[in-house]
């Protein structure tokens, strides 16, 4: 809570104070230490670029897996990306058929300079819930973990997320979670392909 209290006090500060020589007077050592890590850690960087090189629109090849072993269900759509708040966050919209029924769905991904992971959150028009992950890139792939609260088991669950890049316009999503036996099985796999 003292964190968040000192933080609080050094952006109060660093807003209401006129810049320059004012600021310098007004701000303890200690203030200025702290809004240079605030400074630091909000300032974009690479993982930021490279989530903005991934703006665009996506024609989306779906394929859902109810159970292991099963055929699975195929559907199409579309997702719009676009970066928000300076290049530090990106917003993925997503409309498709899934099941027969019109889907809807939001997410938001990040890089957290303090934390050095990604992060993802994710709703859509098929719960009222959210379902937040974190997880590591390197040149060639993604791996996140998330939780969201199934309704039928009325608990957390934990998913595994992978992302891979076959070329520079395509890219495949796989969500992967527990089966009915709670074994882990592969249960959705998303094709983007970009426009």
Request: hydrophobic share 35%; charged share 25%.
């Amino acid at each position: 809570m003292r964190t968040l209290t000192s933080a609080l006090a050094v952006l109060a500060t660093v807003a209401f104070v006129t810049p320059g020589l004012a600021e310098e007077q007004q701000m303890t050592p200690e203030q200025k230490a702290e809004m240079e890590l605030y400074m630091k850690a909000g300032t974009p960087g690479p993982q930021h670029k490279e989530l903005a090189a991934m703006a665009g629109t996506y024609d989306l090849k779906i394929k859902g897996w109810h159970e292991a072993g099963a055929p699975p269900t195929e559907d199409t759509g579309t997702a719009t990306r676009t970066m928000i708040l300076d290049g530090r966050v990106m917003v993925e919209e997503v409309q498709a058929m899934m099941m027969g029924m019109q889907y809807n769905g939001r997410g938001m991904t990040g890089f957290d300079n303090v934390t050095g992971k990604y992060w993802s959150t994710w709703t859509d028009s098929m719960s009222t819930g959210l379902m937040v992950s974190e997880g590591t890139c390197d040149a060639k792939t993604c791996t996140f973990k998330g939780t969201w609260n199934d309704p039928v088991k009325k608990g957390p669950v934990t998913s595994r997320m992978t992302t891979r890049w076959p070329t520079p316009t395509t890219e495949v999503f796989e969500l992967y979670g527990p089966g009915k036996d709670g074994k882990e099985m592969k249960m959705m796999e998303i094709i983007y392909t970009k426009k």
